[in-house]
């Protein structure tokens, strides 16, 4: 364990915290403690928001204004302003999953393009972000990654899927955006792999633009990534990554024991770790050639990314680094990063209540399983809690 900590400071991590918000964090944090509690609360909610009973009213001023900055871009603007006072930049998400129409997908994709040409003209966001399926349908990458033959109607279909990646990183190329694509399910990311890296062939051609995700619980991602550098090298282009450990390690496990294959997820979480930070280690000896979004609330991580910026003399503030954490977790790492001086990004999900729903579970589900996440964020806002205390009564 390092000597310095930085992360211990609560004063700066929760600087922008009013004490009801505070009292806000640590409420919801103790709920999701508690693991029988998620699932009930998972179940409830989301039979209430199906018949329609009026909780949405408590949904947003408890869970959802925590986690999410608003139900629209206009909403999310005081927070990513005030984030900005310290430093941390914003990466506005439209967190809205599961819908599978042409018009969604159209309208989906003119959110991200009005994104851009908003986050062009404000420095407080440098970076934008969107999901594969948001632009076309989950089938659709998974039979093309199969190798399955399209029908002709699927082949029109997956045509204006490449459109709307096209759109997206053509526009962020001329605003000067970077765009992060995020990785999903295994069984579609090859087709959304191939996809992404013909858009970096075509627009990473100075710099990285478009930024693949790499979930580093697979255990073939650093295998993937050095042949990805192999490519660009050969082809000259740049890569962009962002490196996060995965979001859908359940679902993962569960298919392939439903399909009997063997697993893609590593066997334990050190092995994860492990390749994890193979991956950073990779990435900083070849920043020459890609660009680096360090996407984790592990300290250990980012300590490792902070010592491997220092040997390599890489200056905190390179464009070909940043790191990242989600709205309403890990302000430690996220304020206290920025606090001195690297480039840090929030993940700003915005989106209606209901539609966000979702990403929502996955965030308590994710608190409840990651071992110590919880018990860490609740230990801080003691901590800060009793430091206020102390301020106050002195």
């Known amino acids: ?61 408890t869970v959802f204004d925590h986690f999410c900055g608003g139900v629209n871009e206009d909403d999310c603007l005081d927070i990513i302003d005030k984030m900005y006072t310290k430093g941390v930049s914003s990466v506005l998400d439209f967190s809205v999953e599961g819908k599978e129409t042409e018009t969604s997908f159209d309208d989906a994709m003119e959110k991200i393009l009005k994104i851009i040409n908003f986050s062009a003209e404000k420095d407080a966001m440098p970076i934008v972000v969107f999901k594969p399926t948001g632009f076309g349908r989950f089938y659709l990458y998974q039979k093309k990654g199969e190798g399955k033959p399209f029908t002709n109607a699927e082949s029109e279909e997956w045509n204006r899927v490449v459109a709307r990646f096209d759109a997206v990183c053509k526009l962020a190329k001329e605003r000067d955006v970077e765009v992060l694509i995020d990785a999903e399910e295994s069984w579609m990311q090859d087709a959304a792999d191939e996809l992404v890296t013909q858009m970096m062939q075509k627009y990473n051609t100075e710099k990285p633009i478009v930024y693949n995700t790499l979930q580093m619980y697979r255990h073939d991602r650093l295998d993937f990534l050095k042949s990805q550098h192999a490519l660009a090298k050969q082809s000259g282009f740049y890569l962009g990554y962002k490196v996060v450990r995965g979001a859908y390690m359940e679902k993962e496990h569960d298919r392939a024991r439903e399909k009997g294959y063997d697993t893609p997820i590593c066997e334990s979480k050190k ?18 050639d890609m660009s680096l979004f360090a996407g984790t609330h592990n300290e250990e991580s980012t300590y490792l990314v902070m010592d491997l910026m220092k040997q390599k003399e890489v200056a905190i503030k390179d464009n070909r680094v940043w790191f990242g954490q989600l709205f309403g977790m890990s302000d430690n ?29 996955r965030r308590a589900e994710e608190n409840t399983s990651v071992a110590g996440q919880t018990g860490r964020e609740l230990m801080l806002i003691k901590k800060e809690k009793e430091r206020r205390k102390q301020v106050a009564s002195s």
């Open 271 to 288: 092995a994860t770790d492990d390749n994890f930070n193979a991956a950073i280690r990779y990435m900083l000896d070849h920043l020459d």
């Open 1 to 61: 364990m390092r000597e310095d900590k930085i992360f211990n400071n609560t004063e700066i991590a929760f600087e922008l915290k009013s004490d009801s918000q505070l009292e806000r964090a640590h409420f919801l944090f103790k709920m999701i403690s508690i693991e029988p509690l998620v699932r009930i609360g998972t179940a409830v909610t989301n039979f209430a928001l199906k018949a329609h009973l009026p909780v949405e009213g408590l949904i947003r001023s």
């Open 333 to 361: 790492i996220s304020f206290n990063l920025a606090h001195l001086g690297y480039n840090v990004a929030k993940y700003v999900p915005f989106g209606p209540v209901k539609d966000v729903m979702p990403y929502l579970i």
